[in-house]
């Protein structure tokens, strides 16, 4: 699962479509975690897409990762400024691939 104080134990390494990536990145095999408020870790995240099909404001947008190990598509929480903290997203993935600080 992705960790929740990913805020402390990461880095800031990079920026995308302008939200935070944390560190570690060697890609393509690893791509660590996409945003901030709504955070993806996409080396956990094997596509399934519930969260892209269920999320009520449309946070979620596919980005393709080809080469990674676990899934060549990732949900990037590309408008996670419109997230509304409901948490369906956090409650659906199967693989607990996502934190909402609703804090
Ligand atoms: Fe979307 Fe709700 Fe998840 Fe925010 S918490 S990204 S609004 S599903
Ligand atoms: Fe990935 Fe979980 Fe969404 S596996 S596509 S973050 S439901
Ligand atoms: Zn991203």
Redesign the pocket.
């Known amino acids: 699962a992705i960790d929740p104080n990913f805020d402390q134990n990461r880095e800031v390494v990079d920026e995308h479509e302008g939200h935070d990536v944390w560190g570690p990145v060697e890609e393509p095999e690893k791509l660590g975690i996409h945003g901030t408020h709504?955070a993806v870790d996409f080396d956990i995240c094997d596509a399934d897409g519930v969260?892209i099909e269920?999320?009520?404001?449309d946070?979620f947008e596919w980005v393709e990762t080809p080469g990674h190990p676990t899934s060549e598509r990732k949900a990037d929480p590309a408008n996670e400024t419109q997230?509304?903290?409901?948490?369906?997203?956090?409650d659906v993935c199967p693989v607990d691939a996502i934190d909402?600080d609703s804090t």
């Not at 269920?54 to 404001?57: G, K």
């Not at 997230?83 to 956090?90: E, G, H, K, P, S």
């Open positions: 709504v969260c269920d999320c009520p404001v946070v997230c509304i903290d409901c948490m369906l997203c956090v909402v």
